[in-house]
Every structure is written in C-alpha cells, then in structure tokens.
C-alpha cells in the first residue's frame, strides 16, 4: 500500500482505540502522549494510572462514536473485529490504523516498531524527589510502563509520565507482592512488547536492592539496559540526620551491611565490624536491632558506643533516634517506630548535636 507521510496534530483532538491488548494499551498512551483525548473500548488494566485524557468503556464501538473521533486504533485480537472497524472507518473517512494489518490501515504509526524495548533500572533514591539525578527524572518523565518499589515515594511517583501504565513490585517482611524471579521475567515480558521501561527502585539499585540479579535476567536474555545510579539510603539519610559517615577524627572508615539476609538470619563478620574508629551502616535493621547491637559488644564494640536510627529519612517525617549500642534498643522498643529505617554506629554520631541541618515536619527524639 502507498501512503503519503504526513504529520497530524492531534492535541485535544478525540481519538478511540478499540481492544484490551498489550498493544492497545500501548498505543492509547502514546496518544495521551501527545495531547489527544483517548477513549478506549476494552478494560481497564488495574495497573494504568488514571489520566484526565485517557477514559475506558466496555461497550462496544458504535457508528457514533467514530463520528465523534480523529483517529481509531484497531488493536483487537480478534481480526473480524479489526476488519469491522476498519471498514467503519472508511465509510466515515475517518483514519484507521489497524495493528499489524496495513491493508486494513489508512494511516500508520512508524515511531515505535523496534524489535525490543529496553529497560533502565534507575534508582530513585531515599525519598526526596529533588535527589532524583537529573537522567533518572527524564527517563521516568518519558516511559511506557514504570515498575516500581515500595520505598519509592508517593512524591517521585507524582514525577512520572502520567500516562505510564504503573506496576507495583514492592517488598516488605513476609509480604512480597511480586516474587523476585517474577519481576526478573517480568522485565523480560515487557521489553518485548516493545515498551521504554523503567525499573524504578528506592536508593540506589546496585546497593542491597537486588538490582544485579535483575539486569543478570536480562542480559541473559538479550534484552537492552542501562543502570542509573540512585543517593542510597546510606548516604542520603546520614547526611539529612547531621551525621558525618567519615571524619578525620572520628572514623577512617565506613561499612554498608544488611541486617536481613536471603535465609532470615543476621549472620554477619561482627569481629570486623566491632572495630573502632569505623562507621558501621545497617539496612533492614529494625527487627534485628536488639541482636545486632548485642553481637557487637559481645564482640568488642564498646557499649558506649554512638548509635543513631533514622526513620524515613529525607522525608518531611524523618525522625532520628539517638543512643549507645547499649541503650538504643531499650528507647526503640519504648517508642513508636516504623519502616523504613536505617543504623548508623560509630563516633561520627556524636557530631549530630552540632551539624544537625534538616528540620523535619516530625518530631525528633533522642
């Protein structure tokens, strides 16, 4: 078939898609994309992000509503349904593009028929969307489909495209909504419808957020990436509690640890991490609190140690909790605290009283 190449403006235009495709769903946000007010005729996924310009409706597609409408999308499964809109289409000289069928089409999407999508795994950081990195706001800004964690932010998730089809992957103790091979294929599945992915996750993606394992997947299955690197938690919510990781005279050193491993179990090199003049920073390391300052003046960290634990740091209700690894366990038990937390350990705590900078909505306690 010859087509002439054209351009149309479609802003604020009326458009229909017809389908409940990946492909439809696909398309109706790129229409949105560019301005158009998209109706489609199909269900709603549960996880498309609501969208002034962008409406879906069971019912069938009647005569009347091509009448009303631009442009149409045929993008059904079923190509008797496609060869019907098609053909309503041309008797209403209203533009048609039928998926994979340019017979049936009268004008043609040419912008997004690669043979793969790509995936960036971008880290979103401990919470502030203005330490978003400037590449991580762009590529959120332009993807199709965003699958994202639960530490990330309702205030970054307002930062994506609006007409995203957002996906919910977050983990919490015993409650993962989706199991970590699943997103791993997940990935896969939807570089190849093609879509521009983002895998969004809290902090950095290469620190404890099992970012390696998933680009391993997708290597595997050559399927294009990128990484770009988030602030973690380490460093953001030290720097927003006042608390130097390193200092000269303080700590010559800084260790990053988990406090919840693959089998549940807090098994870490405590002699290395009883050594003074070090920071120690603990992920993940509410429930284990008591154990982990225990282990370590059992193996000789002395118990007047500094200890801080920082909830929801860089948030407005950051709260900081201060101490020694022999008695911040005890306060914690007593007060009101929740995830996200993070612990930092080491003489550099002590500096929080006199470099302590962000005033948060919440109180703080010590």
């Not at 489909?145 to 990330?152: A, N, P, S």
């Not at 509410?286 to 140690?305: E, Q, S, V, W």
């Not at 909830?311 to 306060?331: R, W």
Request: hydrophobic fraction near 40%; charged fraction near 15%.
């Amino acid at each position: 078939m010859d087509l002439l190449q054209t351009t149309l403006n479609i802003a604020d235009r009326p458009c229909v898609v017809v389908g409940d495709t990946a492909q439809a769903l696909l398309l109706a946000n790129w229409l949105i994309q560019h301005q158009a007010i998209v109706t489609v005729f199909g269900n709603a996924p549960s996880s498309q992000a609501p969208h002034a310009r962008l409406s879906f409706t069971s019912k069938p597609v009647s005569d009347a509503d091509i009448d009303q409408c631009w442009l149409v999308v045929a993008a059904s499964n079923d190509k008797a349904v496609n060869s019907k809109i098609s053909a309503m289409c041309y008797a209403r000289k209203c533009f048609c593009y039928t998926v994979d069928d340019p017979q049936l089409s009268s004008w043609q999407i040419n912008h997004q028929q690669p043979s793969h999508g790509r995936v960036a795994l971008v880290g979103a950081g401990p919470g502030d969307p203005e330490l978003l990195t400037l590449r991580a706001l762009r590529l959120i800004r332009q993807a199709d489909v965003i699958v994202y964690d639960r530490l990330v932010s309702e205030a970054i998730m307002s930062c994506c495209n609006p007409a995203a089809e957002l996906i919910y992957a977050g983990k919490a103790k015993s409650d993962h909504a989706l199991p970590q091979e699943s997103i791993n294929q997940l990935l896969v599945r939807l570089a190849q419808r093609p879509a521009n992915v983002v895998r969004l996750k809290g902090g950095d993606p290469f620190i404890f957020g099992r970012g390696g394992e998933e680009i391993e997947t997708l290597a595997e299955n050559q399927v294009p990436f990128e990484v770009v690197p988030g602030i973690t938690a380490g460093s953001g919510c030290a720097a927003f509690a006042g608390i130097p990781l390193t200092h000269r005279d303080y700590a010559q050193a800084c260790v990053f640890v988990t406090g919840h491993l693959r089998d549940g179990e807090i098994n870490l090199e405590w002699e290395h991490l009883a050594t003074p003049y070090q920071t120690v920073v603990v992920y993940m390391s509410l429930t284990g609190l008591d154990k982990i300052c225990a282990a370590l003046i059992r193996h000789g960290r002395a118990p007047d140690t500094p200890a801080a634990l920082v909830q929801q740091g860089t948030h407005p209700e950051q709260k900081v909790y201060t101490g020694t690894i022999a008695d911040l366990p005890a306060l914690i038990a007593k007060s009101e605290v929740s995830a996200p937390t993070l612990l930092i350990i080491g003489e550099v705590v002590q500096l929080r009283d006199k470099l302590n900078w962000f005033t948060s909505e919440a109180s703080t306690s010590s």
